[in-house]
């Protein structure tokens, strides 16, 4: 595979946001950041999604941040995420 994945996520969801194909599942979504958290399938990378920003890769913690109960709706949902891929210290 080449490099053109954003860092901390994986071709197939860095692509989404120019072919609208991918995998992923909307966990929630944060009042507070006016942003929902998506997760990739495929990788299990975080995403933070807004109308008023770029998508953006966000970490566990984040994402855990972004809504407190991540926990309790990922177990819901019972899909087995991968590990996502590391994320490049800020
Ligand atoms: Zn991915």
Redesign the pocket.
Known sequence: MTGT?RPG??????AYWVTGV??FVTLGESPERMAEIWR??????YWQVSDFSRPTVIDAGDAERALPDLREREAALGVAFPD?PALPPA
């Open positions: 994945a996520a994986c071709e197939v969801c860095t991918g995998r990739c399938r495929v990788c299990g990378a996502p």
